[in-house]
């Protein structure tokens, strides 16, 4: 959350959860709205999460500008392939900047 925060210039990124479903990550104002997913697992994360995530978002009908996968263990070659703007993929090197404030 500490990441996302700083990247955008915001405070508040939560999780979000009702009887339905689940995220882990979710932020919404006026200017900027995204959900994202968080995986600690020792292998690289598939396109699966990545439609499970739009499937969610669609559900709850929020208009997005990003979706957001952070892995552990980085992406499945699957990811190359997509060319999404609106996908921001984050792994465990990302977190670095945090360290050097």
Do not use: H, M, P, T
């Not at 921001?88 to 990302?94: C, V």
């Amino acid at each position: 959350r500490e990441l996302l925060e700083k990247k955008f210039n915001i405070n508040g990124v939560q999780s979000y959860w009702d009887k339905n479903l689940e995220l882990d990550l979710y932020y919404r104002d006026e200017n900027l709205c995204f959900v994202g997913e968080v995986k600690f697992k020792n292998k690289k994360i598939c396109k699966n999460i990545l439609n499970l995530l739009k499937s969610k978002a669609k559900s709850l009908n929020l208009a997005l500008n990003y979706y957001i996968i952070i892995s552990k263990n980085g992406f499945s070659k699957e990811f190359d392939k997509i060319c999404e703007q609106n996908l921001l993929l984050l792994d465990l090197n990302d977190f670095k900047i945090l360290l050097e404030e």
